[in-house]
């Protein structure tokens, strides 16, 4: 399998087009009788963790069919190595970059550059925690729900990769 997926930007550009391509050729590669096993190179620092669970689940659908073989380049950090746990086998250089497993959000506080743009906004609860937008400081229970996303996001990350067999290889 061999695939290339170029970023794009703009309103068309979704943060996981490259998991749906990738997912899409996983599948493809793991339904065809002519190909006996799946080496997919990962070049990746990282991104999104929708992402990196999209194209893991597609390696756990593949591996049903036929082996598949993660080919690690210079980089496979964070998300590439999330994507690499749900190999059969792992192939790395000595000098490849890999590991960091961690979640990150940044939720920007857009409040005085939206009064200082003569921007006017009107709020709308919904929900059990109404105003979760851009532009006020989250408040407690705000912050506790964010909080316990990101440990949930944290634990499948480590799970994923505990479960998926990469060690440090025996000296």
């Given amino acids: 399998m061999w695939g290339h997926h170029q970023r794009r930007s703009g309103a068309a550009c979704r943060r996981d087009d490259g998991a749906d391509s990738v997912s899409h050729a996983l599948k493809d590669a793991g339904d065809d009788d002519d190909i006996r096993a799946i080496l997919f190179r990962v070049d990746s620092p990282g991104g999104s963790a929708l ?13 049903k069919q036929k082996p598949v073989i993660v080919s690690m380049s210079d980089v496979a950090g964070s998300g590439g190595y999330y994507i690499a746990a749900g190999a059969n086998r792992i192939l790395a250089q000595p000098a490849t970059m890999t590991g960091s497993i961690g979640v990150v959000f940044a939720r920007p506080n857009v409040k005085n550059m939206l009064a200082r743009l003569g921007s006017r906004r009107s709020r709308s609860a919904a929900g059990s925690l109404p105003g979760w937008t851009i532009s006020p400081p989250l408040e407690r229970r705000g912050r506790e729900k964010l909080r316990a996303e990101m440990n949930h996001v ?8 505990a479960t998926g067999g990469i060690s440090a290889p025996s000296a």
Avoid: E, K, P
């Avoid at 944290?154 to 990769?161: G, L, N, T």
């Fill in 154 to 161: 944290y634990a499948v990350f480590v799970d994923r990769v």
């Fill in 51 to 63: 992402a990196s669970d999209l194209v893991w689940r597609a390696t756990q659908q593949a591996r």
